[in-house]
């Protein structure tokens, strides 16, 4: 696995786990990458800082941290709040099983009893989305995309 600090044309930065570089590249070039803030896709590396340790004789800075201005790089805490929430986002998903672009038309079945409920989860634009809620079907978007199985390695 491999972690990039990720930047969308808004400005927005944010961490994403990859198989490989090349996995990068192949979710970006089939569009898969958004930003989980606010759903653009023209994603691009942003500009990653190493973790180097500090000497053991320097003082810690003990004043709070600025907060970030556009496009710098993702305080820590909200990194590991999004892998905590990926993480999450994985376990919930290890039940549910991948029904892609059906995922409208299974919805809307179980609802309406002419299939078992399960869980399930797949692809759907903004507008099918709200249909599903405005007919009274509970659903919600995942916070981060989901590779469909026939595309993994």
């Known amino acids: 696995m491999i972690v990039f600090d990720l ?33 653009d896709a023209s994603v691009e590396k942003a500009l990653m800082a190493p973790n180097i340790a500090t000497k053991g004789n320097r003082r810690e800075l003990t004043a709070a941290q600025p907060p970030a201005e556009k496009g710098e790089a ?9 892998a905590a929430l990926a993480q999450a986002q994985q376990k919930a998903l290890e039940g549910s099983q991948w029904v892609g672009s059906a995922f409208t038309e299974r919805a809307r079945a179980m609802h309406h009893g002419e299939e078992d409920r399960a869980a399930i989860h797949g692809e759907a634009t903004i507008e099918q989305a709200r249909e599903l809620l405005d007919d009274g079907i509970a659903v919600a978007p995942l916070p981060f995309p989901v590779v469909p199985p026939s595309a993994r390695n």
């Open 74 to 82: 993702m305080p820590e805490a909200v990194k590991q709040a999004m």
């Open 7 to 39: 930047k969308c044309g808004a400005g927005h930065v944010f961490e994403s786990w990859f198989a490989s570089s090349s996995a990068y590249a192949e979710q970006k070039a089939d569009g898969l990458i958004r930003c989980p803030i606010c759903g």
